[in-house]
């Protein structure tokens, strides 16, 4: 499996913007960038994903380096309701077999002052 | 719409005896996944079912193992239980296997 590497924590400001980094040097053609989260007592949440151009959605926006090597999950105004452990995942078809799962690492625990 | 939905949500068992998960996917997704995840880790995948079979497996013993039913619900169970086991369960839904998942909110097992 192609390895992501995140910091281990990150403080931010409420309503301030954050920048979540993700390094994944190793990653192949195929790999799907995938963000999801997890809130304290709760399963993991999707957030977004993308493969190459930078995406948008309500919650949030991915940047992805040109070289692929690198992406930011982009959390515009920051909540209190954000605070939270965010997980990089890098993903390939064709989801079946070893391809069949989500790998996650350790994340980066977010927290948010008010 | 409900959401995945897990039972029991929390459950104490002894050392050796045998316990059975469950898990409601989404109305409509066909695929189900199971994940354990330890106090300070992120979740490590377990089994992966999708249309009733088993599409993928981790690096847990044989122990552990799951079905699909009918309806899309599925049944993780594990035999022999050690301290060890002590984790919480997540399962997760997706409508296919290249979608996005939901996760439920898992079950909390103790084993003393």
């Known amino acids: 499996d192609a390895k992501t590497t995140q910091p281990n924590s990150m403080e931010s400001n409420e309503e301030e913007p954050v920048h979540l980094p993700c390094n994944h040097s190793?990653?192949?053609?195929?790999?799907?960038i995938h963000w999801y989260r997890q809130l304290p007592s709760q399963g993991p949440e999707y957030v977004i994903h993308g493969l190459t151009s930078n995406v948008n959605n309500r919650m949030a926006s991915l940047a992805i380096a040109e070289d692929r090597k690198s992406s930011t999950l982009i959390l515009h105004r920051a909540t209190l309701r954000d605070a939270a452990v965010y997980y990089c995942i890098l993903r390939s078809p064709p989801y079946t077999g070893a391809n069949s799962k989500l790998t996650f690492g350790k994340g980066i625990t977010l927290s948010v002052r008010p | 719409d409900a959401g995945v939905t897990q039972s029991p949500t929390h459950l104490i068992k002894t050392r050796g005896q045998h316990v059975t998960l469950r898990c409601s996917p989404i109305?409509?997704?066909?695929?189900v996944s199971w994940y354990q995840q330890v106090l300070g880790q992120g979740p490590q995948f377990i089994f992966q079912y999708y249309e009733k079979e088993e599409r993928g497996r981790g690096n847990f013993p044989d122990r552990f193992s799951a079905r699909q039913f009918p309806n899309y619900s599925s049944e993780l169970n594990v035999n022999a239980l050690l301290l060890g086991d002590s984790a919480l369960y997540l399962c997760a839904s997706s409508r296919t296997r290249n979608t996005e998942a939901f996760f439920g909110q898992g079950t909390r097992l103790t084993v003393v």
């Open positions: 190793t990653i192949s053609g195929t790999d799907y």
């Open positions: 109305s409509g997704h066909k695929s």
